[in-house]
């Protein structure tokens, strides 16, 4: 019996001691991500202006930089209470201890069960917002055909150019699909271009290439 009691407790104390660790690297990097915030940001202005516009169109990078280092540090301290509480709690016995631990675990699952049931309540809403955002997308980003997926002169296809356009072409041949929901999402973009292949020419498309059946799939996926 004692034996078993011995051998919980060390596991128990293992398993907080590595949480533990995990909570002082997350803590660390939101420090170092937070106090070297303008490095990283001049760090990312060195990448090609071309893909940079499409970036900074999806999101603020400063923005974004300075929540994700803030959400790192508040997961360190959460993780790191966690294992410091229940690692003391358990080697030294003290309840006190096991009782914050415990709140604390018993805490954040009542979070994880309130979070299921809002996502459960708010799916139709949520995806209402994604579809959105998706069109959105398209109508500032795929309104026409220059940098998106072509074919070059010899008949071969040709890899989008821009970031955002190589994304929706690859979800579209791999997916078999066409915009958010279909096709009408670009005729919402007010989409046109214009393609050129072999001695066959398209003119006024009202949708990316991607959403045609003459993409082969198995071509796409090996590449030009």
Excluded at 155 to 163: E, N, Q, V
């Amino acid at each position: 019996m004692c034996c078993s009691v011995g051998l919980s407790k060390c596991f128990l104390v293992l398993i907080n001691v590595i949480f533990f660790i995990v909570g002082v690297v997350f803590l660390v990097l939101g420090i170092i991500a937070k106090w070297f915030e303008d490095v990283l940001i001049e760090l990312f202005a060195k990448v090609p202006d071309q893909l940079m516009e499409d970036v900074n169109q999806a999101c603020d990078i400063p923005a974004l930089f300075s929540e994700a280092a803030v959400i790192l540090m508040l997961i360190g301290i959460v993780i790191f209470a966690i294992g410091f509480f229940g690692c003391c709690g358990a080697w030294k016995e003290n309840k006190c201890m096991l009782v914050v631990y415990v709140t604390i675990v018993l805490a954040i699952i009542c979070m994880e069960l309130a979070t299921i049931i809002i996502i459960c309540v708010k799916t139709q809403g949520a995806e209402d917002t994604v579809i959105s955002s998706l069109q959105e997308s398209i109508k500032r980003n795929y309104f026409d055909s220059e940098g998106g997926l072509s074919f070059d002169e010899e008949g071969h296809l040709k890899f989008a150019i821009r970031p955002i356009k190589l994304a929706w072409d690859g979800i579209q041949v791999a997916m078999g699909c066409c915009g958010a929901i279909n096709g009408t999402d670009y005729t919402l973009a007010h989409f046109h271009g214009n393609y050129s292949f072999e001695n066959f020419t398209i003119q006024n498309a009202l949708v990316p290439l991607s959403c045609c059946n003459i993409i082969d799939k198995k071509e796409y996926e090996e590449g030009p």
